[in-house]
């Protein structure tokens, strides 16, 4: 037989049994009266992590633990009649001095001994977890019998289910309150794979064991082979986020964060998943698990502050787009996305610096121009708007949204032609944006094409059926061209989609007096005062719709107040006609 076979064939199990029955021989004498006491060099260590077969328990640490037995027992007890204070108390205690026993051994290998006080349950049968794969338990089980020989430890069906290691203490000393210290052996440990048969309880002996020094090097395989998986799920995860099939990876990625929910680059990989998709909360929530693990993640901080922005959250991204900066300087994608947050903020003199921080460290980003050019047209600084709008361009002539957004300039500099010149070079560059096709059909309805703008109406509500002003003004379009009861649907369609929207309720206000629906037409126009108490033209309408039903006391308020408002905008012709009006009236009732 070749030493391959030898090494594949041989049960690895031999070993430790054999080391075992050497502990036992060792443990013997030891514990036999007749031998004196000064042997504990053959059994102890008392370094944390490094392999003792003996511990003491003492001081502070036995305080520590009795202390948390006292509090468990005095919690428990009253609420129980049946069960004893001493009784709960030792029970608690062996436990708890076991695990502080095993704990010592295997510090860097698992999560630290539970000294909660919980309200109700207990630790779920589950004494230890390995640190970098929470869900592998140990149960830990102690015995204080003073003679080895007679030494047995029970473990229930259920204890062998949820954990995957057992190990064994042996307390040889009689538990009491009073004691200055324990001595405690490290007896053993029983990999649960290993039992067959499927009893409620099994019973082990100290023979029946595996030798306790190999208990490190068996939580190393089982790690050992945990990390294989993780990594090979991990691996396959990255690939599937690159070929963009996110429900892939996000089940290879849960698969790891459920095996080790400590492995930080998953919760950033399932972040990123989360935000291709459009779940920036998740995102965030992912993001924020992976800047606990690592608190100067770079990408972490941008990506986060991206999400935030994405989700209307912009103070919160300036911060993580802030914290990103601080941590790398030259992250122009940073700076770009705290302008972007500025901006939404109507901060734009710190968003334009920011943009310009962008331009400086990369000054061919077609993407960055358009968004200075925007922030510049918001100030109305139109003429430094279009030079950036000119760049965008020049970098990258098929670049729609700088089309567009030129054509905004172009429209507040009052040439309608290249606006719309613009606008149709976004269009035809397949920007596909419901605001495009609006802002085109404004202005081809004010060069008098009412038929063509309705057009583009409708191409805006198709990209958009929620946007309630091409409703509104594709309502006016119609008027225009002789369908009131187009209009009047139109306009009733852009209030049921923004109720607060004063226009529609004017100009259905205006449609509805003009059908002759005087009641709904007040109705309107009160609801236009009421959103908009300045909108003199609603009080003139509606003192004009007062006069013809002979209601002149509220015609007269009405027309007194459009013309006090026509007067503060310095439009006398309508104010004087308000003012007319009134004088109108006040003749008739004379006569």
């Known amino acids: ?66 202390d948390y037995c006292w509090g468990i027992a005095e919690r428990f ?56 794969a929470p869900h592998i338990g140990i149960q830990i089980k102690s015995n204080n019998n003073p003679h080895l020989k007679k030494v ?27 004691q200055a210290e324990y001595n405690l052996y490290f007896a053993g440990f029983y990999p649960t794979d290993l039992i067959k048969n499927n009893e409620e309880k099994v019973d082990f002996t100290i023979k029946d064991l595996l030798y306790n020094g190999g208990l490190r090097s068996y939580i190393n395989y089982i790690l050992q082979g945990e990390n294989q998986t993780i990594q090979s799920y991990f691996k396959q995860g990255n690939q599937a986020l690159k070929n963009k099939n996110y429900a892939k990876a996000l089940d290879l990625y849960n698969l790891i964060i459920n095996l080790n929910p400590h ?24 993001y924020t698990q992976a800047i606990i693990f690592n608190s100067k993640s770079v990408y972490n901080h941008h990506f986060r502050g991206i999400s935030y922005y994405y989700l209307g959250e912009y103070e919160k991204s300036i911060k993580d787009s802030t914290k990103a900066i601080e941590l790398k300087p030259d992250l122009r994608e940073a700076y770009f996305n705290r302008g972007q947050s500025f901006l939404s903020l109507g901060e734009t003199e710190k968003a334009i610096n920011d943009y310009h921080k962008t331009i400086e ?48 300039v172009y429209k507040e500099l009052g040439n309608e032609e290249e606006a719309i010149k613009n606008y149709t070079q976004a269009i035809d560059l397949k920007i596909n944006q419901a605001e495009v096709y609006f802002h085109r059909g404004k202005l081809l309805d004010k060069m008098g094409k009412s038929l ?38 139109d ?27 005087q009641i709904g037409a007040i109705e309107d126009y009160s609801k236009t005062i009421e959103l908009d108490y300045n909108f003199a033209l609603a009080y003139y309408n509606r003192g004009e719709i007062y006069q013809s039903l002979g209601e002149n006391l509220q015609a007269i308020s009405d027309f007194q107040q459009a013309s006090i408002l026509f007067q503060e905008r310095n439009n ?7 003012l007319n009006k009134i004088k109108e009236i006040n003749t008739l009732n004379n006569n």
């Not at 954990?163 to 000393?173: D, Q, R, T």
């Not at 919760?267 to 998740?282: H, I, L, T």
């Not at 009733?492 to 003009?514: C, H, K, S």
């Not at 006398?572 to 308000?578: E, F, K, P, W």
């Open 452 to 489: 063509t703008a309705i057009d583009d109406y409708d191409m805006s509500i198709k990209l958009n059926p929620h946007y309630a002003p091409a409703y509104c003004s594709r309502g006016l379009a119609k008027n225009k061209i002789g369908n009131p009861i187009g209009a009047l649907k």
């Open 1 to 66: 037989m070749s030493e391959k076979d030898l090494s594949t064939n041989l049960d690895w199990t031999m070993c430790l049994k054999m080391q075992q029955q050497d502990f036992i021989d060792r443990l013997m004498i030891k514990s036999n009266p007749k031998n004196p006491n000064n042997l504990d060099h053959i059994l102890c260590c008392q370094k944390q992590n490094f392999h003792s077969e003996l511990a003491k328990i003492q001081g502070d640490q036995l305080k520590q633990i009795r």
């Open 572 to 578: 006398d012709v309508y104010s004087q006609m308000a």
């Open 263 to 286: 492995h930080q680059l998953t919760y950033q990989k399932r972040a990123r998943v989360f935000f291709e998709m459009g779940n920036y909360d998740q995102a965030i929530q992912d």
């Open 152 to 178: 047995k430890w029970t473990v229930s069906r259920a204890e062998i289910a949820k954990n995957k290691i057992l190990v064994f203490v042996w307390i040889k000393e009689e538990v009491n309150v009073s």
């Open 77 to 132: 007890v009253p609420n129980n009649p049946q069960q004893n204070l001493k009784d709960t108390f030792e029970k608690n205690f062996k436990g708890k001095l076991a695990e502080a026993v095993v704990y010592e051994r295997i510090e860097n290998l698992v999560e630290a001994v539970d000294y909660e006080i919980k309200t109700q349950g207990g630790d779920g049968k589950i004494d230890l977890k390995l640190k970098n």
């Open 361 to 408: 460290m990369n000054p061919k980003n077609p993407q960055v121009y358009t968004a200075r050019g925007y922030a510049y047209l918001k100030l109305g600084v139109t003429d430094q708007a279009l030079k950036d709008y000119d760049q965008a361009i020049k970098l990258n002539p098929k670049f729609a949204l700088a089309y567009y957004q030129r054509g905004l």
């Open 491 to 517: 306009y009733t369609e852009a209030i049921n989609l923004q109720p607060d929207y004063t226009q529609a309720y004017y100009r259905r206000g205006a449609m509805r007096n003009f059908q002759g629906d």
